[in-house]
């Protein structure tokens, strides 16, 4: 799955059209990542359809939440899923389809899938601070209090989202700069912009209502 910040900085970028209230926005956007700092399997918060699938399920997050959409969380809920889907069916499905990745130094590695998914993931943090000021990304969230929304959800504990935002800013104290092994910033930022408009355009397809 991409990583919270890339999340951050897709909600951030959608957010320039949208115009709805950001701080639960931008925590609707993060929110089903709660799952795992709580034990939980990600099944039920990303609306997968089975252990094996990676992509949640827009159309059953639809049938339950698209009339609720108007309040910004649950809508920020539905760009993480949706920037999920695109990160799996499109983005990671090209790279594991050929097993290679290109690294930063020029060369092409062929690897197994899992192989390629650890190194993809252990060099999110590798962006995180490029990716703050790239998009010059408001943290306020994760160090000031402000209140929970008030939703009801069956996916996830609304009441435990403190953990996560704790989470998120031991992750940005900690991220640092150091070399990437396969994503620079060009790469990251095609990502957040191509997903950005497509998440843009279902909104509009999908007829969602957020005002």
């Known amino acids: 799955m991409a990583s919270a910040?890339?999340?951050?900085?897709?909600?951030?970028?959608?957010?320039?059209?949208?115009?709805?209230?950001?701080?639960?926005?931008l925590l609707g956007s993060i929110a089903p990542d709660i799952s795992k700092q709580i034990g939980e399997a990600r099944e039920k918060s990303h609306f997968l359809t089975s252990l094996k699938s990676d992509v949640p399920d827009i159309r059953?997050?639809?049938?339950?939440?698209?009339?609720?959409?108007?309040?910004?969380?649950?809508?920020?809920?539905?760009?993480?899923?949706?920037?999920?889907?695109?990160?799996?069916?499109?983005?990671?499905?090209?790279?594991?389809?050929?097993h290679s990745i290109h690294l930063l130094d020029g060369t092409t590695v062929n690897l197994p899938p899992d192989e390629i998914r650890e190194i993809i993931y252990n060099d999110y943090t590798n962006i995180n601070v490029d990716l703050i000021d790239e998009y010059d990304l408001d943290l306020s969230l994760f160090y000031e209090d402000f209140p929970l929304p008030n939703v009801e959800m069956d996916e996830i504990p609304v009441s435990k989202l403190p953990i996560l935002i704790d989470k998120m800013s031991i992750i940005i104290e900690n991220s640092k700069k150091t070399k990437g092994y396969v994503f620079d910033m060009p790469i990251i930022i095609e990502f957040i912009e191509y997903a950005t408009t497509k998440i843009l355009h279902k909104i509009e397809e999908y007829q969602i209502e957020y005002h």
């Not at 951050?8 to 926005?25: D, G, R, Y």
């Open 5 to 25: 910040i890339i999340h951050i900085c897709v909600a951030k970028k959608i957010n320039e059209k949208l115009q709805v209230e950001e701080k639960p926005f």
């Open 60 to 98: 059953a997050f639809l049938d339950k939440y698209q009339n609720s959409l108007n309040n910004p969380f649950l809508l920020g809920y539905f760009v993480h899923l949706y920037t999920d889907k695109i990160w799996f069916d499109e983005f990671m499905r090209e790279r594991l389809l050929h």
